[in-house]
């Protein structure tokens, strides 16, 4: 089989849904937060939510997927956000920027996504305790980090678990990597273990682990992340 990396569109919704929805729900740390972790609840809502997604913080926001060739299915997706140093220059990585559509399309994109969200969160996913908890102490090591900034910021890397080991994640992770050297920026990600030795082998250090054991609230084993940062690589020049 043979991959291309393309620009994503509203229209992806739900290729894109089912891909990124099927590899999340291989990972019991994020079943967890939900109160009924089934695909047939989760995909069509996320179908929903995606075009205002895919729409939103365009200045900032970059996303690509990667298509199999032969059928035409999703079979990966990455969210990149620029810094502000590179948004303010507005011409940084535009075949990765999501059309914006016409006034009548975000109207109808809003009241899906406000139709299939509660408070900014998806309906069915938890919150309370729990949710805080888990979050506090990946925020509060992400602070820490963006204080050495400014990254271009991997936020999301999915591949379809049909199509896992073939290649997918890395050639999404190197389209970005490709940006941040002709930028000469540092990038930055937060990992779960099944990602990890591919972004070492893309040149990212580990900065910084943490582990959160939230056994009191339903977690069968700590959730462990990892945090990663490159440097950017000196290209040569043309006349090299």
């Known amino acids: 089989m043979a991959f291309v990396i393309q620009p994503c569109s509203p229209e992806d919704a739900p290729g894109l849904a089912a891909s990124m929805m099927r590899a999340r729900l291989t990972d019991p740390h994020w079943k967890c937060l939900w109160e009924d972790p089934s695909a047939e609840n989760i995909i069509p809502r996320a179908i929903k939510r995606l075009p205002w997604t895919l729409t939103t913080n365009r200045e900032i926001k970059r996303h690509q997927k990667a298509i199999d060739i032969e059928s035409g299915q999703v079979v990966g997706y990455a969210r990149w956000s620029l810094p502000p140093t590179l948004a303010k220059k507005g011409d940084v990585w535009l075949e990765a920027q999501v059309t914006e559509g016409t006034p009548a399309d975000r109207a109808v994109y809003e009241k899906q996504y406000q139709e299939n969200t509660r408070d900014g969160q998806p309906i069915g996913i938890k919150g309370g305790e729990m949710m805080r908890y888990r979050s506090a102490p990946l925020e509060e ?60 082998s893309l040149g990212f250090q580990l900065v910084e682990t943490v582990s959160v054991d939230y056994t009191q609230y339903g977690g069968t084993e700590p959730m462990v992340v990892y945090f990663l940062v490159r440097q950017p690589c000196q290209l040569e020049s043309a006349s090299a």
């Open 141 to 200: 090591a992400d602070a820490r980090i963006m204080l050495d900034g400014p990254f271009l910021t991997l936020d999301y890397l999915t591949t379809d678990p049909s199509f896992w080991r073939r290649g997918i994640g890395k050639m999404l992770v190197q389209s970005g990597l490709q940006i941040a050297d002709q930028q000469g920026i540092k990038s930055y990600v937060m990992a779960e273990l099944p990602g990890l030795k591919l972004y070492l």
